[in-house]
């Protein structure tokens, strides 16, 4: 055979990506971008969202907690379903950078969640009367809490870098499994106070939906928090790169 | 396989094998409840179900780093992954001889210590029922907890950490089952869900744990 080179196929292209000194590269271009993107789209939702859009006729201006709330619940979601999908690649493909954007989704998730469940807690008290209910909502965000702490855990607990990445990798796709299941099987257990989807892109249930003048600075902020956890992902990826790169360095000086 | 199950069966029943330890921890759970809660016969039977299933469940957290532990730290499991046995097996001998060693006394004890919490004799019958359906998951999860922790030095925290959310599922359909039947009310599908809960798990994790276990004797 020639030694022709093989012109490199799109998904070569795309997996060159991860490659921990090209993901340096393009990364440390974007992110500037990013969170410039991030900054003011939260700022400018938040800040519509707060002082340029009417209360609410029955809740009054608690509603305006949702600004907060639903971005924030929604990427605590997305942030496992990161983690799962770059626990997969580095099983599938051993990309070390998907495995270190897991685990740096972990902590930003894990605070979402925190921050859904607070902002949740905040807003029942005016609105239901207590700040706690065992609703299946409630319930499978406190799960997903739980599930969020384990996997950071099992990260701090083992020594060997590469280890740690498989074990953490099974406990996050069989977690994945179970966190779905226990999303059914609270809604079985308890039917909640915690009204249903009530944003969604769809005009088919129009009545059901949150009027307009909430809904475009809420997509504003949402976009936002999106940025800003990817802004977060980034930052915490190149951390952990740089972390590897010390440690080798490190083991390097320790062999001269 | 079926020597190995054997053998785990046969250590676990010795005496320092955490055989009885379950089912005594079982009935302390179970007589400290009336304590806490006030000796009020009509009050218990409405939490008896909840707290021999929670009991059951925390019984059986006791004894899951013994399932591999100690194989690990003296050897046996690296003979064990180079026998011509594979890994997914070796975790399903050890998750059925936990299983037989504390899932099944305790699903038989539950009825025996519903009477201390004044529970009838036909939900009993649906307790027994429902643990002898749902135990196996949790021996089957806690094992594939323990596979992971393995390497990890007092991981017996972690552990719990780990494998606690993973419960959920089981307990509330568990419990719930239970409950139904204290009502009267129909009780099957409840019993349904947490019988396929065991058959997926039986299914899925022994790849799961096979996996964890080979990373961790890497």
């Known amino acids: 055979m020639n030694s022709t080179p093989i012109a490199p196929t799109l998904s070569d292209r795309f997996w060159r990506l991860a490659n921990p000194k090209i993901f340096m590269g393009w990364s440390s271009k974007l992110l500037p971008w990013i969170a410039a993107a991030a900054l003011a789209s939260l700022c400018s939702g938040l800040i519509w969202g707060y002082f340029f859009t009417s209360d609410d006729m029955r809740q009054g201006s608690t509603v305006k907690i949702i600004y907060l709330h639903v971005p924030a619940a929604l990427m605590a979601i997305n942030g496992y379903l990161l983690m799962f999908v770059g626990a ?6 051993r990309q070390h950078v998907s495995v270190l954007a897991a685990k740096a989704a972990a902590p930003v998730g894990m605070v979402m969640t925190l921050i859904a ?12 009367g207590t700040y706690w209910v065992w609703d299946p909502r409630l319930t499978s965000f406190l799960i997903l809490f739980l599930f969020y702490v384990g996997y950071i855990a099992l990260w701090a607990a083992i020594e060997d870098e590469d280890t740690a990445a ?7 796709i069989v977690g994945a499994v179970f966190a779905m299941l226990s999303r059914y099987a609270v809604l079985f257990w308890n039917q909640g106070l915690h009204q249903g989807t009530t944003v969604t892109m769809a005009d088919g249930a129009k009545q059901e939906n949150i009027s307009d003048a909430f809904f475009q600075p809420l997509l504003l902020s949402m976009a936002g928090f999106g940025l800003l956890f990817l802004t977060l992902l980034l930052i915490g990826t190149r951390t952990e790169v740089r972390a590897r790169r010390l440690k080798v360095l490190q083991a390097r000086e320790r062999i001269e | 396989m079926i020597q190995l199950f054997l053998r785990d069966i046969g250590l676990s029943v ?21 304590f806490a809660l006030g000796p009020d016969p009509s009050a218990l039977a409405v939490i008896a179900p909840g707290v021999l299933w929670l009991g059951a469940l925390l019984a059986c957290l006791l004894s899951l780093d013994r399932i591999f532990g100690l194989d690990f730290e003296d050897g046996t499991l690296d003979l064990l992954a180079t026998s011509p046995l594979p890994l997914e097996s070796v975790y399903m001998a050890k998750a059925s001889a936990h299983w037989l ?3 099944l006394p305790l699903s038989l004890a539950a009825p025996v210590l519903g009477v201390l919490l004044n529970l009838d004799y036909e939900t009993g019958k649906i307790l027994c029922l429902s643990l002898l359906l749902g135990t196996p ?8 907890g323990a596979s992971l922790t393995l390497g990890v030095k007092r991981g017996g925290l972690l552990l719990s950490l780990l494998v606690l959310p993973l419960y959920v599922p089981s307990l509330i ?14 009780y099957d599908v409840a019993l349904v869900i947490l019988s396929a809960i065991s058959l997926g798990a039986a299914a899925i994790l022994p790849f799961a744990s096979g996996a964890a276990l080979r990373i961790n004797l890497r």
């Open chain 1, 88 to 93: 997969l690649v580095w099983l599938i493909r």
């Open chain 1, 117 to 128: 469940l607070a902002t949740g807690a905040i807003w029942g008290q005016p609105m239901w």
């Open chain 1, 166 to 172: 498989d074990l953490t990798s099974v406990l996050a």
């Open chain 2, 14 to 34: 010795r005496s320092g094998g955490g055989f009885g330890l379950a089912l005594i921890f079982f009935l302390i759970v179970v007589t400290l409840i009336p």
């Open chain 2, 101 to 103: 060693t504390t899932g």
């Open chain 2, 137 to 144: 998951a949790l021996s089957l999860i806690g094992a594939f």
């Open chain 2, 173 to 186: 359909f568990g419990a719930q089952a239970v409950r139904l039947a204290g009502q009267a009310l129909e």
